[in-house]
């Protein structure tokens, strides 16, 4: 089983802030890794995919890197409404079974 | 657009069973995969299982097996999440999601169902 471990689990920032999530993998996971921003009350949205390709109507502020066992989000300038918790998912195996990390808080 | 709409809240007794709905819209409901995950409060979120576009195939996650159906019915763009001999750490808000092209990342997500299993 590939376990997704994220740091850090909380980060205080503020808005205009750039800011980087880290997401490491106990196994190469190659680029199957996803990112998904979660609010409050609300499903998670899918923000990247292939570790670095931005999903459908997602703004440029957000990228993606890495492949194998390191991987990290960058938001380049935080707004208002990106504060909630990142998770990463690997996608390497077929069924997925256990694949998200723990998660990563960003608050004000 | 695409639009995953799951049924309502549900509070069930430990021993019984709950089946959740989500309807899709929005796009050719026999070309995705549909997964269910649950989430708890501070935690990230738990694959259950999926079932193929047609039906046919479904993959459960081995602590699920035997207590976990999934089904869909193409008439009414519907899939189903059945979870029996319920226990009160099954309680989480229950979602569906949609994978495109079978590779496992998540497009589209409906907005949850919260499952309370207290006696």
């Known amino acids: 089983e590939i376990v997704m471990t994220q740091s850090p689990a909380t980060l205080s920032v503020s808005p205009g802030e750039r800011v980087t999530l880290s997401c490491r993998a106990s196994?190469?996971?190659?680029?199957?890794l996803a990112w998904y921003q979660q609010k409050p009350g609300q499903a998670p949205r899918l923000l990247i995919y292939?570790?670095?390709a931005r999903a459908t109507d997602i703004p440029p502020r957000f990228s993606g890197s890495g492949s194998g066992t390191e991987f990290t989000l960058t938001i380049s300038s935080l707004q208002s409404e990106d504060f909630a918790i990142y998770y990463c998912q690997h996608y390497h195996n077929w069924p997925p079974g256990d694949c998200f990390g723990q998660g990563t808080n960003l608050e004000i | 657009h695409v639009q995953l709409v799951q049924s309502g809240a549900e509070v069930k007794k430990p021993g019984a069973s709950v089946k959740i709905s989500c309807k899709a819209s929005g796009y050719t409901f026999t070309t995705y995969y549909m997964h269910w995950l649950r989430q708890t409060p501070g935690q990230g979120p738990e694959w259950m299982g999926l079932i193929n576009p047609n039906g046919v195939s479904t993959a459960y996650a081995q602590r699920f097996q035997g207590r976990v159906i999934m089904t869909r019915d193409t008439s009414t763009s519907t899939v189903y999440m059945e979870l029996s001999r319920l226990r009160s750490d099954d309680t989480a808000v229950y979602y569906c999601?949609?994978?495109?092209?079978?590779?496992?990342?998540?497009?589209?997500w409906g907005q949850g169902t919260l499952v309370t299993v207290s006696s």
């Open positions: 999601a949609a994978d495109r092209d079978g590779s496992g990342h998540l497009q589209h």
């Open positions: 196994q190469s996971v190659s680029s199957n």
């Open positions: 292939g570790a670095s």
